[in-house]
């Protein structure tokens, strides 16, 4: 069984830093694209964040030069940098991976559970 764990939330004030952690375990073939998604209260999630195989980075908007996404696929992980956090960063964080597993014979995608980041003016 494939899963996605986050660590790393929590409380910060505005203008703080937070780095997340997202480690996937479990028995597959490879993993593809990871990412970081955010929903903040009352809204839709969204694109944070994402990172290829590759290494190559895609950033929203409200995030570039504020966040820095990175892996590590020896140890299947991803993270997210955060710095110069505002209180609209305020959110929940899902890890997010492509994963090919074992018998399966298409990519699927598969999300963490979640961690609140809530950062305070």
């Known amino acids: 069984q494939v899963q996605l764990v986050e660590s790393g939330g929590g409380l910060v004030q505005a203008g703080g830093s937070l780095r997340l952690s997202c480690a996937a375990s479990?028995?597959?073939?490879?993993?593809?694209?990871m990412g970081w998604y955010r929903q903040p209260p009352g809204k839709q999630r969204e694109m944070v964040a994402t990172?290829?195989?590759?290494?190559?980075?895609n950033y929203a908007d409200s995030v570039k030069g504020r966040f820095t996404i990175s892996r590590d696929n020896d140890k299947k992980m991803v993270f997210l940098q955060m710095n110069s956090l505002r209180p609209e960063d305020t959110a929940v964080y899902y890890c997010?991976?492509?994963?090919?597993?074992?018998?399966?014979?298409?990519?699927?995608?598969?999300w963490g559970q979640g961690t609140q980041v809530t950062v305070s003016s």
């Open positions: 479990g028995r597959f073939a490879r993993i593809n694209d």
């Open positions: 997010n991976a492509i994963i090919r597993a074992y018998g399966i014979p298409q990519d699927q995608n598969y």
């Open positions: 990172i290829t195989t590759g290494g190559e980075t």
